[in-house]
């Protein structure tokens, strides 16, 4: 987030933006109506992003999800679908996430969900997760990790241990043809 000044030298008029270097996620929020300006120029003005609570950018082929960060008001993020898209997805800067949907995003490496409280579902499917970290995710109510409509093994989930120990509340575990699995702890 940077400061941009409008209304020509000393016009006194400051408002912040939110960068958006992925023109697919740009062209996505406009789409949407939530970038105000209508112009895919790398920015959005935080206050058009900051009360969003729903954000489904699916099937975008979104390559950066830079500016998450600055929605934090969200509650809901659907990314699925972005077949060959980003590689890193920190959500720690969305406090109030409640549910997240990052099926089919084959790239995906990393997520950072280390600040997300509250959140309650995660669905997921194939990816290229090595590790998983919930433990700060105690209202965890749906854990789906895996393929389970397409049948097959998927070779892109590749996590080797899953603790649960910090999930108490935890009502669905889906965990589909996850080969690498040798450590997964519920208690």
Request: net charge negative.
């Amino acid at each position: 987030m940077i400061l941009s000044s409008f209304g020509g030298v000393g016009g006194g008029l400051y408002s912040q933006i939110t960068l958006i270097p992925d023109p697919n996620f740009e062209q996505a929020l406009i789409d949407l109506g939530i970038d105000s300006d209508g112009i895919v120029n790398g920015q959005v003005l935080t206050a058009d992003i900051e009360g969003v609570e729903v954000l489904d950018v699916s099937n975008i082929g979104i390559q950066d999800m830079t500016g998450i960060e600055d929605f934090s008001s969200l509650r809901e993020l659907n990314v699925s679908e972005n077949y060959n898209g980003f590689y890193h997805l920190d959500l720690s800067g969305n406090p109030l996430l409640e549910k997240i949907d990052f099926r089919r995003n084959y790239n995906l490496m990393t997520i950072n969900l280390s600040n997300n409280p509250l959140l309650e579902y995660i669905i997921s499917d194939i990816s290229l997760l090595s590790e998983l970290d919930v433990s700060n995710n105690p209202l965890l109510k749906v854990l789906q990790i895996g393929t389970p409509d397409e049948g097959g093994v998927s070779e892109a989930n590749i996590i080797e241990s899953l603790d649960l120990s910090n999930n108490p509340l935890l009502l669905r575990l889906w965990l589909v043809d996850i080969i690498p699995l040798n450590y997964l702890n519920l208690k």
